[in-house]
């Protein structure tokens, strides 16, 4: 007689549960309670989420899940934003859709970050994914407008295409007219990133105007300001627009068709775009103003009193990105006004400059924290910092999940007592308990490495640049910070010491990136031997390590789990350091 | 084994110009190119206008470090003339912001302290940590703004005339002479690939102020890592975008010479149909701010693929292979 036990479902009521689990977390955790239920949850999985392409190879991804309709991928380590990660690195996702291909047919959504996307990649997906809904190409390189071209003309069901900060190379500027006239279904389109010569006009045009359920529309700097109109008057069901160039002679018919176009958007509630943006023609998205959630004016050169003015317009603002033309003045009237303020970003406008061109300073940040009780998330660029500003900051908004402080100066003291900033810094992970993304920067000693694995337990990105002092700083962190999956270092005095006392910490962390530090390729080697589910990789250019000393440092270390292996597209100047790397090049 | 990175100023419609070696450091500061930061390169009494600037490649330099963090931009290349192709070895060039490497930024850390404000930290890569795409709309605003200011960036009152008169005539284009570029695109970073080498890599053009250091960047981008560049000069081309005027009626293909790699083979099409193979500008004729502002790509060649090539504008079917390194 068959044990009954209280588990003993049939599966098609277990598969239903489980469909209501949609977090790949929650679902992971589910597929290892027994057998039976990783069978089950396997086969029913729709949707995966693979932070590092190179941890698993798409043939164990297929092998596993058999029928995925969403994936998302990501590709180059963070850093490479900032061009720390040399071009030919990697991160190529033709293998990923050549093998998907095959095996989901069905497949729907389609999201990349930082990855190397071809022609030939985007017209297989073309080809191979004929319901096609989503296609987001979040910061990725490799393709150009014939790729798209491609996606166009074949892909009737496709809502939404994103091509956010991807860099496209522009050969063609007729891709739009690839879209067939029956085709109606673009929910989404961001083209921000296009350069002058991408999109043809009047293809837009025609687009936005038999595509009934366009929400989403940003366009790039390319599109004239006295065409917006036009464009905004065939889809005034529009929730965010993205302005091309903003800049233009004042005219009064302009100006009138733009305020009239604005106006008759009644669902409006993100701009963003701008570029060039000149205060004369600002007025005409005052109607909109009010129910603004999200203005993003990062590229708009305005200054104040204009910009003030505006930001005092929008009390609904949760999100609000600009330039620091803002200045503490401005920054002061955004804490008074919008108290639903959630995320600020606030960008530098001259950051090579050697003298302040602004007077934004940690004065404006501070009364943010303190007039909007919801402000969670922040990426703030200034000049000086001061510890009692920092500890400040923390106590207001002990609710932050993000901070982010750059000092563009990297390793400057607290500009009134010349201290390091460990106290300030320190404060913030010790009020805000959430906080999951944090990047430091300023004079900092090991101290705040302390107070940070300390306190900071549910950290799980951390940003350190020309900080710290020691090993001990490092081993602080990986000892301590228990949620921790990304850890980017640039130029700190860490070395072998605290890498190998953590090993094991690789492991539980998705990645980490050392460059300008002090780890010697001998530890990378003995990792590299001893640790066969971490992938082990040193950047160099200048020429094979073993061309060097054993203690001589590497250029750059890159530390990611992975059950695929060492992967075999790297590009000349990275090593892999695994079992076989000695005896490959003895 | 030394070889040379040329800089050559032969546009134009005429002759390519002298190729010149440069040996650095020791000699007064020359240049041709105005530099925007303070710090400037100074000009020659006697400058060779027609010649080009070159970097030496000198083989012992593997590992030399600025002595201090905040580069004297003064310490440029002299202009010799087209005979002079010295092997004298570069030391202490001025720490540049170049992706891939970590030389500047390590001279920058390890200053006792922080430099003086950010003078230094541009010449970090990777710091400060914004985007190359944000980075190079700043660019943009930046410069439109100090063009506005009228800051007459071009250096017109410090060269000769006939530098300018060097017409980067392409189509019938002519540069502008002021300063009020319409910019557009992703200025900042430009790729730049050398025949040879699969993988290409972007400069930041905003890290330099002159010739000099770009060469200086180029070199050990490229160069370091190969040690097979013989004794033959290397030339750098670019490829620009329209200079001036209404960048809206005149579209400006890239320009490829017949390239291995596939993107570059594409011929694009002008504004009226016709597609054509032109040429790339040789890198150093133009003041630095017009070539900054101008720039697309760049692309480092061999001189002996290379030769026959730069003066013509129009020899749209002359393709040359270049060897493998």
């Known amino acids: 007689m068959q044990k009954k036990t209280a588990y003993s479902f049939p599966d098609e009521i277990l598969e239903h549960v489980f469909s209501f689990i949609q977090s790949g977390k929650d679902r992971n955790a589910a597929s290892v309670v027994c057998k039976s239920w990783y069978e089950i949850e396997r086969w029913c999985r729709r949707k995966i989420f693979v932070g590092n392409c190179y941890a698993v190879s798409p043939t164990m991804v297929i092998r596993r899940f058999p029928d995925i309709r969403s994936i998302e991928l990501k590709g180059k380590p963070h850093f490479a934003d900032f061009n720390l990660v040399p071009d030919g690195w990697g991160g190529y996702v033709l293998p990923w859709i050549s093998e998907m291909a095959g095996a989901y047919p069905w497949l729907e959504e389609i999201r990349l970050k930082r990855m190397v996307v071809t022609d030939e990649s985007l017209e297989l997906v073309a080809k191979s994914f004929t319901n096609l809904q989503v296609l987001v190409l979040f910061s990725c390189e490799g393709f150009s407008t014939d790729g798209l071209a491609a996606i166009a003309a074949s892909c009737k069901n496709l809502t939404e295409l994103d091509l956010r900060d991807s860099e496209v190379d522009d050969l063609s500027g007729h891709w739009l007219n690839h879209f067939p006239d029956t085709y109606t279904s673009l929910v989404s389109l961001n083209i921000s990133c296009l350069g002058s010569d991408d999109v043809s006009f009047s293809a837009l045009e025609r687009l936005v105007g038999r595509c009934p359920n366009l929400r989403r529309l940003l366009l790039n700097r390319e599109v004239p300001l006295d065409k917006i109109a036009n464009l905004l008057s065939r889809a005034p069901q529009l929730i965010e627009f993205g302005t091309g160039t903003y800049a233009a002679e004042l005219r009064s018919d302009v100006y009138s068709n733009l305020a009239e176009a604005f106006c008759n958007c009644k669902d409006l509630k993100c701009l963003s775009g701008f570029w060039d943006a000149v205060p004369a023609y600002l007025p005409v998205i005052y109607s909109v103003c009010s129910r603004l959630t999200s203005l993003n004016l990062s590229y708009a050169p305005i200054q104040n009193p204009d910009l003030t003015k505006l930001v005092s317009q929008c009390p609904s603002l949760q999100r609000m990105w600009v330039l620091d033309y803002i200045e503490d003045s401005g920054l002061e009237v955004l804490a008074s006004s919008c108290k639903d303020l959630q995320e600020l970003r606030v960008f530098p406008s001259d950051p090579f400059g050697e003298e302040p061109n602004v007077s934004l300073t940690e004065k404006g940040l501070v009364a943010v924290s303190s007039g909007c009780p919801k402000l969670h998330s922040v990426l703030y660029f200034c000049r000086q910092m001061s510890n009692e500003a920092l500890v400040t900051i923390a106590q207001n908004c002990p609710n932050f999940t993000r901070f982010r402080l750059c000092l563009l100066d990297p390793k400057i003291a607290d500009y009134r007592t010349l201290q390091p900033l460990d106290v300030g810094f320190g404060a913030i992970v010790e009020h805000c308990k959430d906080l999951r993304r944090l990047s430091l920067s300023g004079l900092l000693t090991d101290r705040v490495f302390e107070y940070i694995g300390m306190h900071a337990k549910k950290l799980e990105m951390l940003s350190v640049a020309f900080a710290g002092e020691s090993d001990l700083a490092l081993h602080h962190v990986l000892s301590g910070c228990e949620s921790l999956r990304k850890l980017e270092i640039m130029n700190c005095p860490f070395g072998d010491k605290a890498l190998l006392a953590n090993a094991a910490k690789l492991e539980t962390m998705r990645s980490l990136w050392m460059s300008s530090c002090s780890v010697s390729l001998g530890a990378c080697k003995m990792l590299g031997q001893k640790m066969p589910r971490l992938n082990i990789e040193v950047m160099d250019e200048k020429g094979p390590p073993d061309s060097r000393a054993e203690s001589d440092p590497v250029d750059k270390l890159y530390i990611y789990r992975s059950v695929a292996g060492p992967r075999f597209d790297m590009p000349p100047f990275v090593w892999t350091m695994d079992e076989d790397f000695a005896s490959e090049l003895s | ?325």
């Open chain 2, 1 to 325: 084994m030394e070889g040379e990175l040329v800089l050559l100023g032969g546009g134009g419609g005429g002759g390519g110009g002298g190729s010149a070696g440069v040996s650095t450091n020791e000699s007064a500061v020359l240049s041709k190119v105005e530099v925007v930061v303070s710090e400037a390169c100074s000009y020659p009494a006697e400058s060779e206008l027609e010649l080009g600037l070159g970097l030496s490649l000198g083989g012992a330099t593997g590992k030399t470090k600025p002595a201090t963090a905040t580069s004297s931009w003064g310490e440029c290349g002299r202009i010799l003339t087209a005979k002079d192709f010295p092997s004298v070895t570069k030391n202490g060039g001025p720490s540049v912001s170049v992706s891939g490497t970590k030389r500047a930024a390590e001279s920058v850390s390890h200053e006792g302290g922080s430099p003086t404000g950010v003078s230094g930290s541009s010449q970090v890569v990777g710091w400060p940590p914004i985007r190359a795409y944000r980075m190079n709309s700043l660019v943009n605003q930046a410069k439109s703004q100090r063009a506005d200011e009228g800051d007459s960036g071009i250096g017109e009152k410090d060269k000769p005339k006939d530098a300018l008169k060097k017409k980067l005539n392409y189509n019938g284009n002519k540069i502008s002479s002021t300063t009020t570029v319409n910019e557009k695109g992703h200025l900042g970073f430009v790729k730049v690939n050398m025949d040879g080498i699969p993988i290409g890599r972007k400069v930041d053009l905003n890290a330099h102020s002159c010739y000099q250091s770009l060469a200086q960047a180029l070199e050990d981008m490229f160069l370091r890592s190969t040690n097979s560049v013989g004794n033959s000069s290397l030339l750098v081309f670019y490829s620009f975008s329209a200079l001036c005027g209404d960048v809206n009626a005149i579209k400006p293909p890239l320009f490829f010479i017949g390239a291995e790699k596939e993107q570059l083979t594409k011929a694009p099409k002008l504004l009226d149909g016709s597609s054509e193979f032109g040429d790339w500008m040789l890198v150093g004729d133009v003041p630095w701010r017009m070539f900054v502002s101008s720039v697309r790509r760049l692309r480092i060649m061999r001189t002996s693929e290379a030769n026959g090539l730069a003066p013509r504008f129009h020899d749209s079917n002359e393709r040359q292979r270049s060897k493998p390194i």
